[in-house]
């Protein structure tokens, strides 16, 4: 299917300890992002890539560690975590400027990672 | 900096229309979103404008854009149960594939 898909989708861990999540997108977009949503639900962007380079950082602590191996895929590796870390973290795509037309205009979101520091 | 506003809650009665508003501030925004969260699921895209459109209508909805005053609406017709989620605005410009998103307003529609 066509997606963008994310893992895992919880992730329950201790204060301190480092976790990755993974996201890949099979759409052929050139822009990936990563979003945290809050237990208000308030949606606010982290990083963007497009075609593997950073080209948004947004006063995101420096323990948050985005890579992107190819176009198709932005990981998220998250050391020390911190109990303000729990919220739901979205992976996004988007196509590239310039192309967007139609319905294909716009963000495609993964399902999303739930996680939770104790 | 870019600022996306809605209002957080809106209560209807099923078959009655739901009118769910934001507010935005950049100008330069090429595009303007609404996306649809159920419980425990991604962000939905349900329907987008152009900035200069000033109305979009698709099935039961309808989006209005007052340009001048940044102002966005999204009106759902014969509003169902199936349609209790989460209803985000967000804007967008392709400068720098920057999108920015309002807090969501919680539309919970009863029978």
């Known amino acids: 299917d066509t997606a963008v898909s994310q893992t895992p989708k919880y992730l329950v861990t201790q204060m301190g300890n480092d976790k990755s999540i993974k996201c890949e997108q099979n759409?052929?977009?050139?822009?990936m992002y990563w979003y945290k949503q809050d237990s208000k639900k308030f949606l606010k962007i982290m990083f963007s890539y497009n075609n593997k380079e950073l080209i948004i950082n947004e006063t995101v602590p420096n323990r948050f560690s985005p890579k992107s191996p190819d176009k198709a895929h932005l990981n998220l590796h998250i050391n020390s975590l911190e109990l303000g870390d729990s919220a739901v973290y979205f992976c996004?795509?988007?196509?590239?400027?310039?192309?967007?037309?139609?319905?294909?205009?716009?963000?495609?979101f993964g399902s999303g990672t739930q996680l939770s520091v104790l | 900096g870019e600022d996306v506003e809605q209002s957080l809650f809106l209560s209807v009665r099923e078959g009655d229309s739901s009118v769910i508003n934001c507010t935005y501030t950049d100008s330069s925004s090429t595009y303007l979103y609404w996306y649809k969260q159920e419980p425990g699921a991604g962000l939905q895209l349900l329907t987008y404008i152009f900035s200069n459109m000033d109305m979009k209508q698709d099935q039961r909805l309808t989006v209005l854009l007052n340009k001048k005053d940044k102002h966005l609406s999204l009106r759902i017709a014969d509003t169902q149960t199936g349609d209790s989620a989460i209803y985000f605005c967000a804007e967008g410009s392709y400068n720098f594939n920057k999108f920015y998103f309002g807090s969501g307003t919680k539309l919970n529609v009863k029978p």
């Open positions: 996004a795509s988007s196509q590239a400027r310039g192309q967007a037309v139609d319905n294909l205009s716009g963000l495609f």
């Open positions: 759409l052929g977009h050139d822009t």
